[in-house]
């Protein structure tokens, strides 16, 4: 049964790219993730603001990025400004500084349905992993491989599989939500 093992391996790699996909997702408090991943162009390579510097946050709404080379404080500035994020920088000496403005009520609406989004975009991709092992233990069963039991005991088993990872993109999404309402 290692489409079983092969589901189980696609659904937790799922369960790992919708945790960094929402990660991302500016909310009302300041996050490392929110900047960490943006990339850099560094002496004419693109590389990542985690890979030029060291993040840190300052309460209550400010990212501190102190960069290990004072020349890559502009292009991590340049990069931060330049992304889809909208925010302001200021650079002191080898520190940018990030700060993050209060989030207005229609902002935070978009940003959850941005989220939920990203949700369903993951469920589909659930359902098409669902989909896929079914027509494994199909094809088994058609070959001669498994019995017609073992069959629907393998789709109950793929069901399992797939009920406990939607519960768990579930949560993921419950606890951005009210991250973002906060």
Do not use: C
């Amino acid at each position: 049964m290692d489409y079983l093992e092969n589901l189980k391996k696609e659904t937790a790699r799922l369960i790992d790219n919708f945790k960094k996909a929402v990660s991302g997702i500016r909310t009302g408090r300041p996050q490392a993730a929110l900047v960490e991943d943006l990339r850099v162009d560094y002496y004419g390579q693109q590389m990542t603001v985690k890979q030029v510097g060291t993040i840190g946050i300052q309460p209550p709404r400010d990212i501190v990025i102190q960069a290990w080379d004072k020349n890559a404080v502009p292009a991590i500035a340049k990069a931060i400004e330049a992304s889809t994020l909208n925010l302001g920088t200021s650079m002191e000496g080898n520190i940018v500084r990030v700060h993050l403005p209060e989030l207005s009520s229609e902002r935070r609406e978009e940003l959850k349905k941005h989220v939920s989004k990203i949700a369903e975009e993951h469920r589909i991709d659930l359902r098409r992993l669902r989909d896929e092992a079914k027509k494994k233990s199909d094809a088994l069963e058609e070959s001669g491989d498994i019995g017609e039991d073992e069959k629907f005991k393998a789709r109950e088993d793929i069901q399992k599989e797939v009920d406990r990872v939607n519960g768990e993109i579930e949560n993921i999404l419950e606890a951005k939500v009210k991250e973002i309402s906060e």
